[in-house]
């Protein structure tokens, strides 16, 4: 019961548009809802996150919304850029607990 | 900037043979952490460690085992390492004591065992 998944595995949008990725947990308990990017042969760096005492978090171009009922939360990039083009990895974790990681979105943004 | 450096960054490996990935910190996080990333299950947990002397296992540590012998160095050991065990490995650490905290990752290390 500590899985964390993600949708979709691959998501190509064209330039300007908005993308989405969903991801979805099993614990209740979760409380720490992190996104992170990873670039072509880098390592995956923190873009945003959100706690469970929020429902909506903004930052530069990204939007993070946490549905605690549903145990699910979401990424919303706005007007999508090439540079926005890599892998993202969500993930949950409790207190007292390490986080999980769903299995990656490969956004690729198209001109 | 959290500083997180791996050692090595490419290895090639023999089937049998023993494999230790080292990690490094220097910004005197409690807790680090050694995660595999493969195509189509993102990154999984092998062993984690809330301080110098722990470690913990994770989500798959069967073949692997862990040393934390200081604040800062984490390795991860693969006393028979097996082809199933090619893939890129992370280490991160993390400064907060209950894990809901932002987690900085190295550069990764690639591991090909033949």
């Known amino acids: 019961g500590e899985q964390v998944e993600q949708l979709p595995s691959i998501l190509r949008v064209q330039e300007g548009s908005s993308a989405s990725i969903n991801c979805t947990y099993e614990n209740s308990a979760s409380n720490y809802f992190p996104w992170y990017k990873q670039e072509p042969g880098e390592n995956p760096k923190l873009i945003i996150d959100?706690?469970?005492?929020?429902e909506r978090k903004q930052t530069q171009g990204l939007i993070v919304l946490l549905d605690k009922k549903a145990k699910r939360f979401s990424l919303h990039i706005t007007d999508t850029q090439p540079g926005d083009s890599a892998m993202y990895f969500c993930a949950a974790s409790a207190s007292g607990t390490y986080q999980r990681f769903g299995t990656g979105t490969k956004l690729q943004v198209v001109p | 900037e959290a500083a997180v450096t791996q050692s090595p960054r490419n290895k090639v490996a023999v089937t049998g043979g023993k494999v230790t990935l080292s990690c490094n910190q220097t910004?005197?996080?409690?807790?680090m952490y050694w995660y595999r990333q493969d195509t189509g299950h993102g990154l999984r947990l092998i062993h984690y460690s809330y301080g110098a002397g722990s470690t913990e296992k994770g989500d798959i540590p069967d073949g692997y085992k862990a040393s934390r012998p200081s604040q800062e160095n984490f390795s991860l050991i693969l006393e028979l390492a097996t082809p199933s065990q090619t893939s890129v490995y992370f280490c991160?650490?993390?400064?907060?004591?209950?894990?809901?905290?932002?987690?900085?990752f190295g550069e990764g290390s690639k591991l090909t065992v033949l």
């Open positions: 959100i706690r469970s005492n929020m």
């Open positions: 991160a650490s993390g400064d907060t004591g209950h894990n809901t905290g932002q987690l900085y």
């Open positions: 910004n005197n996080h409690n807790n």
